[in-house]
């Protein structure tokens, strides 16, 4: 397995060094403050992390060329909205000397939210291959629950506000859009698709921005400090940095690679968040009966969101059941058979090519020098080469072929009604399918993969799917000690073993 330079790990630290010279530009910025400057000098230090933000996202475009760069685009549209708004509000506070509430700053600040949530939507829609409903209903679970607080403690209160029509509709504006772009970044968060460090990244300034503004929104609601919101301001500092690393990070024209497949269980961790959603109305009907009044909260809201989490935990339950079947059948990483399967599927092709005297072959496929990449590159780029060799060997087999994994870095493949001679070709064609064309890894490396694999056939090498599998392992180890990226049947390379005695004497 060999790889090579590209323009995505030319440059693998500027992430790294945007992140490290902002943080320290937060801590120069709050040093500042110390010695109360004026306040235009510390609104343009301010300005200084949007335009890292915009600037890393177009920068990050150029450096990796991602295939499709219209997502981060928008990001940079988003984040630009963002920047422009602050600019206007820095000239209208220190050069016109006003503070108008809403303006044209309120206005871009309001842009730049449809502009980050279709970024966000495309890649979902990218990284999902097909239909994922399993993930879209814990993603619309998480975000009614979350959404019936903010109605409760953040909404619902600006309502009441005795403000102008116009002020009241900006201000509610914000707590909404906060909770539409929360909703599309759990689904984002839920869903399948390589954990890759820029995707990391990018979920860490989306979580940052929004836990910053429901904090603040919910201390302003109660009043808890005045207008000073000095000591809040590294988090959204912080979040635009995070955004502009997380496109320059080389691993960030894979964030909206299609995963290998949807199917996937569920973890204990994401089962509880859950069933802590779905009790959320429960436990906040008994706190409005035990405290009364104190805590503002409406019946009508809360039953109706219960009832709605109800029918979407219903759902849930159902798709699990689903999701479980797949699973007993199916590897959740890579789509192959899992070798339950193949184990059933191989007895009854054996015991019906016994019965009319046919040829059955099968094969072991490894892939050479997984562990080295695990250890160079990680786990993420790991599964990463797993799941594409899946979907080349796939592409290799004929209809009627099972491919199925077993271990961490092997694949059988059985073939039913096949002989030595095709069988041979066949296994060919797999070693070659799987190294044609480079593999890019979730750090952006391109390697280049390869595969020993080692053939049996019914008769030649034993009737029973225990010796067959024996069979082909020997072969496979012989073909590792010649070198690997080679076929290798029990009496040979296949290129030798084809012209051998037949299949039945």
């Known amino acids: 397995m060999t790889s090579q330079a590209s323009p995505a790990t030319q440059h693998p630290k500027w992430w790294f ?27 343009l230090v301010a300005l200084v992390f949007p335009v890292l933000a915009t600037g890393g996202i177009l920068a990050g475009v150029l450096i990796h060329r991602p295939a499709r760069r219209l997502p981060w685009l928008l990001l940079a549209a988003g984040e630009g909205a963002n920047l422009l708004g602050d600019v206007i509000g820095t000239v209208q506070r220190n050069v016109f000397h006003v503070d108008v509430y809403p303006g044209p700053a309120e206005a871009l600040y309001l842009l730049a939210y449809p502009l980050l949530g279709g970024a966000l939507v495309m890649f979902v829609r990218r990284r999902t291959p097909g239909s994922n409903t399993p993930a879209l209903i814990d993603a619309s679970m998480l975000s009614l629950a979350v959404g019936l607080l903010w109605w409760l403690y953040v909404i619902s209160p600006l309502t009441t506000a005795h403000v102008s029509i116009q002020e009241k509709a900006v201000s509610v504006a914000f707590p909404v859009m906060d909770v539409l772009l929360l909703a599309v970044a759990t689904r984002l968060t839920v869903g399948v698709g390589a954990r890759t460090r820029s995707f990391g990244l990018l979920l860490a300034s989306l979580l940052t921005t929004l836990l910053a503004d429901m904090v603040y929104a919910l201390l302003t609601s109660k009043k808890l400090y005045g207008n000073d919101d000095t000591w809040m301001e590294w988090t959204w500092l912080l979040a635009y940095l995070l955004m502009g690393a997380a496109a320059l990070h080389p691993s960030m024209y894979l964030l909206d690679r299609r995963a290998a497949v949807v199917v996937r269980g569920v973890s204990r961790g994401r089962l509880t968040v859950l069933v802590a959603a779905g009790l959320l109305p429960l436990a906040l009907l008994l706190a409005r009966y035990v405290l009364g009044a104190r805590l503002g909260l409406g019946v009508p809201e809360i039953a109706a969101v219960a009832a709605a989490l109800f029918v979407l935990m219903v759902l849930r339950l159902r798709g699990l059941t689903e999701v479980h079947e797949k699973l007993a059948i199916h590897d959740g990483l890579t789509g192959t058979y899992s070798r339950r399967f193949l184990d059933e599927v191989f007895r009854g092709e054996c015991a019906r090519a016994r019965s009319n005297r046919t040829d059955v072959a099968f094969a072991l496929v490894d892939v050479d020098n997984f562990t080295l990449v695990n250890e160079m590159y990680g786990s993420v780029s790991g599964d990463i080469l797993l799941a594409e060799v899946a979907i080349r060997l796939h592409r290799g087999v004929r209809p009627g072929d099972v491919v199925a994994r077993e271990g961490a870095d092997r694949f059988m493949v059985l073939m039913p009604s096949t002989g030595l001679r095709d069988a041979a070709l066949l296994t060919e064609r797999l070693r070659t399918v799987v190294s044609e064309d480079r593999i890019v890894l979730g750090d952006g490396a391109p390697v280049r993969a390869t595969v020993s694999i080692g053939l049996a056939m019914m008769s030649r090498d034993g009737d029973t799917p225990q010796a067959l599998i024996h069979a082909a392992d020997q072969a496979l180890h012989v073909a590792k000690q010649a070198g690997r990226n080679r076929v290798y049947a029990g009496r040979g390379p296949v290129n030798t073993a084809v012209f051998a005695a037949p299949s039945h004497p």
């Open 17 to 43: 060094r945007l992140l490290v010279a902002g943080v320290v530009a937060i801590l120069g910025y709050y040093l500042l403050s110390l010695f109360t400057p004026p306040a235009a000098v510390m609104d």
